[in-house]
């Protein structure tokens, strides 16, 4: 199934990419380049994208790499995309240093370079579109703060080491302990690469090496249905306090078991819809703002019926 999911986003990009047709006719088009395609949350961002592009009547279309780790393919797709000259490039960039070469050749090339989720260390990128993921890690630690009563061990299971969402998500999160809850203790920060299986196997380790461990801090999707799923096999849930990050149907699941006590949800479809958006208004000639915030919202057993939680959670509608 992975594998057909990723020959559909190549052949998306192949067949939907303008960059050609765009020096020649003067359409505007805008690829995104994502970090990857595995997780619901890209998926998401990839509707919220086409949905704004065929709003404003331009092109677009979605690849990104076979998994989080893959930096170099990153590059590799993003050199691909520059040769075919779109008017813009809506980016996720994988790490914050390596993808800022890229984006100066872009911009060497006058294409517009927007950023979402993660982004780089250049002043370049037009406009940053994302969660305040500082704010929504601090939150996350106010949250898992509350379930283990503000003392014990604490564990952070994060998903890429070198990704800006990582890094704030994990700064946003201890700042707020360590400045708020002395009597919590941090283990080292654990990376998994977004990869489920990582953070379930980390997760185990964990808990192993630390069997009074109280909570744990997953950062992302990939994270937080490792942890789950950890934490279930070992028999602990409740007992082991997690706060995650993002939302699928296993992830609310857990939730409903009290496996998770609660998680961030981030709205991914405004995401890319508000990513496409900017660039074409600043592609045509409006100003548009440095940095757009998306607010997120803290998703419990108390309030996950609300309509407005529904809302984030299912988009489209339950299925």
Same mark, same amino acid.
């Given at each position: 199934?992975?594998?057909?999911?990723?020959?559909?986003?190549?052949?998306?990009?192949?067949?939907?990419?303008?960059?050609?047709?765009?020096?020649?006719?003067?359409?505007?088009?805008?690829?995104?380049?994502?970090?990857?395609?595995?997780?619901?949350?890209?998926?998401?961002?990839?509707?919220?994208?086409?949905?704004?592009?065929?709003?404003?009547?331009?092109?677009?279309?979605?690849?990104?790499?076979?998994?989080?780790?893959?930096?170099?393919?990153?590059?590799?797709?993003?050199?691909?995309?520059?040769?075919?000259?779109?008017?813009?490039?809506?980016?996720?960039?994988?790490?914050?240093?390596?993808?800022?070469?890229?984006?100066?050749?872009?911009?060497?090339?006058?294409?517009?370079?927007?950023?979402?989720?993660?982004?780089?260390?250049?002043?370049?990128?037009?406009?940053?579109? +994302? @969660? %305040?993921?500082?704010?929504?890690?601090?939150? #996350?630690?106010?949250?898992?703060?509350?379930?283990?009563? !503000? &003392?014990? /061990?604490?564990?952070?299971?994060?998903?890429?080491?070198?990704?800006?969402?990582?890094?704030?998500?994990?700064?946003?999160?201890?700042?707020?302990?360590?400045?708020?809850?002395?009597?919590?203790?941090?283990?080292?920060?654990?990376?998994?690469?977004?990869?489920?299986?990582?953070?379930?196997?980390?997760?185990?380790?964990?808990?192993?090496?630390?069997?009074?461990?109280?909570?744990?801090? +997953? @950062? %992302?999707?990939?994270?937080?249905?490792?942890? #789950?799923?950890?934490?279930?096999?070992?028999?602990?849930? !409740? &007992?082991? /306090?997690?706060?995650?990050?993002?939302?699928?149907?296993?992830?609310?699941?857990?939730?409903?078991?009290?496996?998770?006590?609660?998680?961030?949800?981030?709205?991914?479809?405004?995401?890319?819809?508000?990513?496409?958006?900017?660039?074409?208004?600043?592609?045509?000639?409006?100003?548009?703002?440095?940095?757009?915030?998306?607010?997120?919202?803290?998703?419990?057993?108390?309030?996950?019926?609300?309509?407005?939680?529904?809302?984030?959670?299912?988009?489209?509608?339950?299925?």
């Amino acid at each position: 199934m992975m594998k057909l999911i990723r020959l559909c986003g190549i052949a998306l990009f192949t067949l939907c990419g303008a960059g050609g047709a765009d020096a020649a006719t003067g359409d505007i088009s805008i690829p995104v380049v994502s970090k990857g395609y595995q997780h619901e949350f890209f998926q998401t961002v990839k509707l919220g994208s086409e949905a704004a592009a065929k709003e404003l009547g331009i092109k677009t279309s979605f690849v990104g790499p076979s998994d989080e780790t893959q930096i170099a393919e990153q590059i590799q797709l993003m050199e691909n995309t520059i040769t075919r000259q779109p008017s813009g490039i809506l980016l996720a960039a994988l790490d914050a240093n390596a993808l800022v070469p890229l984006v100066e050749m872009a911009h060497s090339k006058k294409i517009a370079v927007a950023t979402f989720d993660s982004g780089v260390n250049s002043d370049i990128p037009v406009s940053f579109v +994302a @969660t %305040n993921n500082v704010k929504a890690g601090s939150a #996350a630690a106010d949250a898992l703060a509350k379930e283990v009563g !503000g &003392k014990g /061990k604490v564990g952070i299971i994060a998903h890429v080491a070198g990704t800006t969402s990582a890094i704030e998500r994990t700064e946003g999160f201890t700042k707020t302990i360590k400045e708020k809850y002395p009597a919590i203790t941090l283990l080292p920060v654990q990376y998994s690469d977004g990869d489920p299986q990582k953070a379930m196997d980390k997760t185990i380790d964990m808990v192993q090496a630390n069997p009074d461990l109280a909570g744990i801090y +997953a @950062t %992302n999707e990939g994270s937080t249905l490792g942890v #789950a799923n950890a934490i279930d096999s070992l028999s602990l849930a !409740g &007992k082991v /306090k997690v706060i995650g990050f993002d939302s699928t149907e296993a992830i609310i699941g857990f939730l409903k078991s009290n496996t998770l006590q609660g998680f961030i949800v981030q709205d991914a479809y405004q995401i890319g819809y508000q990513g496409i958006k900017t660039l074409d208004s600043f592609l045509k000639g409006q100003t548009v703002a440095k940095v757009i915030d998306i607010p997120v919202k803290f998703v419990t057993q108390t309030n996950l019926n609300d309509p407005a939680i529904q809302k984030l959670l299912y988009p489209f509608g339950k299925k």
